[in-house]
């Protein structure tokens, strides 16, 4: 078995682990539009190789259901009408087992494509496939925990605890002297194409912390009144806080005065070592305004990350998601992969306990719009 | 047996009877804050009996699970806290299969329960309870269209045809004098608050169509520019035209220039002959006024019901939904049914094919929005 | 000077001597769509008569603006395009000066016009015309207590103190023995299209109270907790009170724990023996089941109302706003008056301080949406 | 008389002849949110100098009227309740009349405050009143642009035409090699806290124009299908011209198959020389990448700002508004003044024909958020 076919089948395989804990039901709902069903996540995957591989490059492939493209696009304005975001909850059919039968179908045809030689073009249709499936691999993450996290018998969906990461246990400060530095990704492996071009910045004299800001330190923000003093907040932070009454990160509740918080394996008492999660980037940045300090710029981050731990948490950054100098957007519907969410959208950097293992890399490029919490978002501190 | 026990089975199997054509994922779904989701249903009429009946006066019951009251409750304030109506399809859980496990421990309960003497006060909500499901049913009916009708695949839910029914061929007016009439529920056998008291009238000389007003009928309506033309119409109903760009009733469909509509056994050529359905109050006026009639009113619908045939489509009437001279609701929770809705909504007389058999009765007010379409509505004329 | 021309002159001058008390910036704002600029009143009225008169029937009328048919139509879909409604209060031009020659434009038009022998179909216009301005004298009071009662610095319009009134020092109840009756207006003087046809009603026995609910009523209302509990409560009005967070009526504020009112003539404290004013129909009706008693019909507000009196506040009833019997709209632009309307509105019957004299009569029908308090409403209560 | 009086005065009445040309009201209205009535901006303008000076300072100064405070105050939360932003056209109180007291009020009790020696605390504020002032001396003409533009008589503001300016007849490409430049303000005259600190940024090496993009070269992506092509949009952008169905700029109107504008002096043909403006971010962007070219990011921008004529439209860059490095907010409410809107907003340079002359510099940082069109924005292309 060549690589390729390995791989496929690897990653393949990994998103259908990840819904393996699911009932039926929880494959459907959709409780905002942020989030996905899962069924939904897994078409979407599926049809991302049959539209961009199989039905241009593979001979005799036959569509499995030329309904699909419609119900399973996302969002590539090149390859024709959509389900829109919002309706994507409303739809009971394709059934569960109708999309795994649909997985089969493409799964079978893209191993027998797989074995012939392939263009480097093609390839590199099929490694994004790979990085896009990934991608989704997160998202079922996250989409399951909001759909279990937000039903009011919340269940939980496993006893594994792969939340629960191992922590630096006492913070320090990493000082970067000023200069002339390098970002972006260079080299011979995969990356998105918002990741190029490398390219020098210039950095002030920066401190950045070790460690992430812990569930104990977010509390003493929280206890000291955070959440009613305007002065952390950007005016539109402030707006989102008094308008939606949030008084704690997404997940936490107060329950006969004590915090607890749910997790993927169920309610719990928060931890006070772990890092806290689930903050938007109002509250990053609120946070880190009541601290007297601020958040990194992403040069900033890439440029410190070999000197501390990270990848368990997105981080925040203070950095706007916009083309590096240079970028160019790939011809075609690969083209609308990235650049065009390049606005009023925050940069995270690092990976979660959801990112599957080799995807991310210190020159990636996560980002967000700012009040969005439900990802495994974390802070930390520069100055 | 006795016919309590016997009747409950009966209609607890019907509830369960529509939804075996179903997926899984059909269950869980809510397109629209009216539809419902099909498992809320079979939990929401379980929990009516199980709150008002066992709970309160079944011996040593023990409730099935605290969480679903907070789940299932539909609009009772009096008992207590509720999911918000928008949220039901956003909940995966409890499954279909805990739903079910609810239904046959409340109706292994309720056996034991009916078995006993019962007071006549309990015995009138038991009765309550069945009408309450049968209620049920036909909202099984016409959510299950509105799920699968918006599925961009249109699947069938069977292929029994239901909704066809038999039609008069020939149309004809029917003449009333004018004077003193009465109406209004009197008798023995149970009926819903909203039907008493029995009291007198006075009716103007009127006319009113032996049936209902057909497709054939509404194409020429369309065809004339019904949807075009303001004056046919309420000015809320106009904005709603123009605001929501409609063009047909709900579940038309024009495919090549031939209409189509989508049915409970899948997508068909319209026929003709068959009643225009899934019209909305706005719709049916403006089809009168085209034609220069007028609906009935509820009272004028009464007094001549028996003499045309009815009972297979909601007929809009005339009428505002308000209390009849000396309404009274009952106390507590159950006092809630119907006097809370008596505002903004307008009375719909007969019976759709939806209808469980024997449930409704030519003294039966049942009443909706004057925008809403889904439920299996129709048009007769008066003049 | 011929009658209409007198009647004419003094209905006009009415309209300006209402707007007299304002500031130029008075007649500008729209603070809800609801409520129109005073200048707006001013100039649509005047496009009435420019119209639907002097444009099709005065020989050799020089239309004033062109432009001003889309500034100043309503809601006549017959005559064109319009600026929506809630537009109204973003136009700074015309200016006051501007919409002030537009009437003495259209003054000294009408008043030739007027000079001339008519057909009895104009003069059907120009009285229509008369009590379509009169309608809006009404609208300027209340639109301006809108307007500056919801200004912070709360202005006073003037100092007559017109909202308060005589009223029946003693409570007691009209009875009404049942049988036919008949209601609608019969005669030779103008009414509306939707007060015919004069017909039979037959009407169960009833009592009807001789005055109108008073702020001291309404206070214990308030202080019972009727803005807390649901029960008496439509499920939309209930809604409506959440949403809203409304605790008292409209224009009552509750200062150092003492109610005050903001009247036409600045902030009082409240005076319990005036009829309580500014509730909607949710409120009249939520007020009429914590006292155990009801709203009457239109029908029995009319046949009881030469019993009692009347005619300082707007009653509401609890009628849906319906056609009569036999009820048929105009041709034409004039057909738009009133049919259209008929539908989730409310009849009141009698009349308000805010009413010019003549205006209304016993078979009057006025109608508002449920939610809404800003004209001068206030509550009878039958049995 | 000093130099701080002496500017006080001519700041403050040109405030005043900006709104020479008004009538009473178009002081008035407000037809969306992000335009303010211009008596606001002249009550708040003033408020300012009382709030910040006078009352805190300034020895028994009497306060206007308090009540104005609550009127007049924008977004400082450090400083009490305001009117929402949304509610300002609502207000015809206090008069136009009465703002210009008021202005006369604080003007006197300024001058004499003026007079008296200064700690250099004290005057920074003054001075930061001054920009405050010419800030909304910009939006004063924006606003009025806007209110004049809406309505549908399109009244003309003046016959100046000062919207016209000259251009660059010959479009060439300055080119700027790589390194490390500077960035920021420094020196010793006024600066907002936003340009601060001056510090190092690194440019890969780049092409920028010497001249604003033309209406004729716009109207050449116009005529392409610039508005019908997603391919040159954010998806944010793809989304606001799909919902707000946009095919051309602001202000833009298509008569008889040739394009207008309306100006400040009315509308006219479009001038194909003139630079397009009233375009937003997406436009702006949309528009470079049809040319196969990009916006300048801010640091370009004014690393370039000498060797190009700049001035008289502000020009989008595709740098986000954000701190520069040791970016510190002052203490108090003056710290409110920027730091709190650095989120999803992007970064202006240059200076319109709205701004005050000695306003804006080579520094000087503008923003506004992706969708906004009404100020006086344009293009400049880099590569």
């Keep these: 078995m060549n690589d390729l076919r ?33 069924k939904w996540h897994l078409g979407h995957t599926t049809w991302f190789f049959e539209t961009f591989l199989l039905k241009p490059y593979a001979k005799d492939y036959q569509e499995f259901d030329p309904a699909f493209n ?8 090149s390859v024709g009408a959509r389900v829109i975001r919002t309706d994507r909850g409303n739809l009971s059919r394709p059934t569960v087992d109708e999309v795994y039968s649909y997985r089969r179908y493409v799964d079978d045809a893209m191993d ?19 990085n896009h499936e990934q991608q989704h691999q997160e998202l079922l993450y996250t989409d399951i925990k909001y759909i279990l996290g937000h039903n009011p018998l919340l269940p939980a969906y496993d006893d594994k605890g792969i939340e629960n990461i191992a922590v630096e246990q006492n913070e320090s400060w990493i000082s970067i002297e000023e200069g002339v530095y390098e970002m972006g990704f260079a080299g011979d492996g995969f990356c998105f194409d918002n990741e190029l071009q490398r390219h020098k910045v210039y950095l002030q004299p920066y401190h950045i912390c070790n460690r992430l800001v812990t569930n104990a330190a977010y509390l003493q923000f929280i206890n000291a009144g955070g959440y009613n003093n305007f002065r952390y907040w950007h005016a539109e932070g402030w707006e989102w806080v008094k308008n939606r009454k949030v008084i704690a990160p997404l997940y ?103 990112t599957p293992e080799g995807h991310s890399r210190i020159t990636y490029r996560n980002f967000f719009q700012t009040h969005l919490q439900w990802q495994f978002t974390g802070i930390r501190l520069a100055r």
């Design 252 to 354: 936490w509740f107060l329950i006969n005065d004590e915090w607890h918080y749910y997790t993927l394996s169920g309610l719990q008492k928060i931890d006070p070592q772990q890092p806290v999660t689930h903050i938007n980037y109002f509250e990053a940045t609120a946070f880190a305004a009541w601290k007297g300090a601020r958040l990194p710029t992403e040069a900033e981050w890439e440029v410190a990350a070999t000197k501390f731990v990270w990848g368990q948490r997105w981080e925040w950054t203070e950095s706007a998601y916009l083309p590096y100098p240079d970028f160019s957007k790939a011809e075609g519907a690969i083209g609308e992969y990235n650049g065009k969410f390049m606005v009023n959208q925050m940069v995270l950097r690092g990976a979660s306990v959801a």
């Design 6 to 38: 390995s791989s496929y089948k690897t990653i393949r395989q990994h998103s259908e682990a990840i819904c393996k804990p699911l009932k039926t039901e929880d494959y459907v709902v959709q409780p905002v539009a942020d989030v996905s069903p899962p």
């Design 70 to 77: 419609f119900v399973f696009n996302s969002y590539y304005e």
């Design 112 to 130: 027998v494509f797989l074995s012939n030689e392939l263009s480097p073009e093609i390839e590199a249709v099929v490694i994004l496939g790979f």
